[in-house]
């Protein structure tokens, strides 16, 4: 690898010291203006370490213009302070300091969407992690909280709207057509969590009356015009404010609640206290515009966010270490939301889907880390998936180790004890600890150790005991160098040979029905169940209880027998795809001996039985109907075969949608009878049901299945059915695919979301030009790299096209290196989010391996390359040994 002249540094967890300065307030006025804004920050500092005595005083700042900084009114003489790229150092400080600071920031020229930036006419800032520092200098770290006071003063026809956190205090008029807005949040809070917005917004409202009855004020601002698309976010907050009062006791602690949507954010939302900021393709939807994913999303999001005002804001991190502590857990809360809104079975499979598919090769791949990582280089390179759903699955193993009443008295302690405070992961482990209800020492494993475990079992029976045995293996898994066994619930039961459930006898285990809870905690362990015969099927890891790899000894016969009675819907849905995946893989080997795949018969039965079974809700019966995914399919190979796997899957399809072909147009045909609209979980099952159906239609390539599709995409009334009509289309050569592809781009025009979904139809396809497709998209005039949201509609869809990107041309990795260095220049959030494509680094061939070597080193020898990209790239270079 090409030595750069400066490596970035890395911070180290073992490092953290205290902050050697408590701020006790903060007074900012800004006077704004998108090309040259004043920030005046009047902050006063206190020493409260003693150990730092004579120490200098190190303030975050970066990319900002110092105009001047006083302590008690007397600028500081030159001498006494530096000024670096990272922050600015007083030299031999007093120990109090009153501190006036003037800054001058260029928002419109922020194209990193970190600190305070224009967008859409906008002005809004993104603070976390480290956005702050590019406002003001400032002690940027989440373990300093302090109360926050903001005077706003702007042009009053630009920024007719004026926020921040807290309450409006004051507002006036001032000469020259400016005005101003005084804001005050109460609460104690780090700087990660401040927010200003200014701008001309359209704003709906709405109230809600809490469990203690105080009347809480509701506000959406948004573009105006886009008002009638804010109704679904404003439902969605209601209900997760009920639902964190009834669920975990949790109310909303302000008198005014507001959430603001932008076009140009780097991620999905913020939590800031009191102002939510997020991307508007987290809030706006409507039918026409919107497909039920986007529905489903908002409503997750706007909880999500909402839920972190506790779990985040009124007890926040330390460090950003323990980023999952508030992730982790909030993304465990609004789980547990969406499950109680809709089908808690069918919420839980999606989660497991979600994971298995994304969270699952990350922690396989060159930049797997655990929950609490030891080091970064980047802390915006660690909001990954291993932290939030890894994260979200260790909390929910706290739930099914202790139960769910005493898994709720830790929570309310835990929301006693640390209330205002910044806090670690152990500090959160404890909370659970203290209630004694189990040994949680062991499952500290789970925050320091990376890799997904994989457990093998095997099942034996004891004649003399009359016992059935699990055994039960932790192999270490291939990505973890430490071999530390995990404490884990294992979650089991048993089916009888006429699909009923058994009851067992088992010391040691919590038992929930016919379901029982071990504790798993050693290298090789042995558990012994009396009252179940010989001829069980054991159903294992029920609900997901445990976020691992299994492998058990399970014949065909068992896993359609698990599919047929298990009481458990997600273990139904799991032996489906195993049965899946073996199938797959026989077909892999299949071809690459040679020989053509044949259909399997048992499938065939299994696959009738689901079609045809007349109790399953729709979008449970969708599930057991879709494939596991290609990216999972990878996950379970060493070396990845791209072109086999998806062969396989395609002919699969297609067999199926060939076999199946009678029936499943009847059942689409009946689906597509029902044109009224509704958006309700049932109706959003039908109609996922009917696109799953499509699928396999267009799979068997059937001509008629064309005008189906064709027919969905003309006649649609929603956007739901327009968008699976128009990405099923992309994938068959054929005079419709281009004809939709247009009609769709002339009715859409001019508006951005959508047009993200076009962009998406069209890298997403696997016919073999889409990445010429996509490297001409680059140029297409709807087609803006300054807005996030395209190129992950563009790129990051493209990337997660496996066959595409990964083609052994290696044209996509050229592509995307070009585009990384590109991006990277202005936005080092987006170009390292890219970088995403090259983490299968390690598991592919020896040729793709030389081609993506040589465009990662290209990419890694760009002397102006940002620290975020340089983080990943360089794991992933060093991940596999060079060829
Ligand atoms: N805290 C935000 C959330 O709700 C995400 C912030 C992402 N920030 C970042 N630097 N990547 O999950
Ligand atoms: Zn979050």
Redesign the pocket.
Known sequence: MPVKNSTPKETYLKDYKPAPYTVDSIFLTFDLDPENTTATSQLSLRRSQKEQDGHPLFLNGEDIELFSIKNNGTVLPKGTYKIEKEGLTIFEPPEVLNLEIKTGLKPSKNTRLSGLYETGGILCTQN??EGFRRITFFPDRPDVMTKFTTKIIASKDKYPILLSNGNLIEESDLPNGKHYAVWEDPFLKPCYLYALVAGNLGLIKSTFKTQSNRTIELRIYCDKGSEDKCQHAMNSLKKAMRWDEEKFGREYDLDLFMIVAVSAF??????NKGLNIFNSNAILVDPETATDDNFMRVEKVVA??YF?NWT?NRITLRDWFQLTLK?GL?VYRDQEFTADMHYRGIARIEDVFYLRKNQFPEDAGPTSHPIKPASYIQ??NF?TTTI?YKGAEVVRMIESLLGKEDFKKGMEKYFLDYDGKAITTEDFVKSFDKIGAADLKAFSKWYTQAGTPEISLRFDYDDNEEEFILEIDQIASSSSKEKEPFLFPLAVGFIDISGKPLRAKIANAREVGTTYILTVSKKRERFAFKNIPKTAVPSLNRGFSAPIKITAPYEKEDLLHIMEYDEDSFTRWDASQELYKRILFEMVKDLKDGRKPLPDLELYEAFNSILTEENLESGYKACLLTLPTESEMADAQEIIDFEANHIARELLKESLGLWFFEPMLKMYKALARKKEYVIDTESMGLRKLKSTLLGYLMASRKPDAIRLCYEQFRTANNMTDQFSALTLLQNSFCPERKEVLDSFYNQWKGNGLVLCKWFMAQSQSTLKDTQGLVESLLNHPAYDDKIPNNVRALLGTFIQNLPQFHHKSGSGYRLIADQILKIDKFNP?VSSGLVQGFKLYSKVDPLRKAMMQKEMERIISDDNLSPNVYELVSKCLNSAPKS
Do not use: L
């Open positions: 976390e992690a780097n991620f999905g939302a913020m939590e999500h966010e972190h985040g992730e909030t802390i915006d909001y939030y959030h």
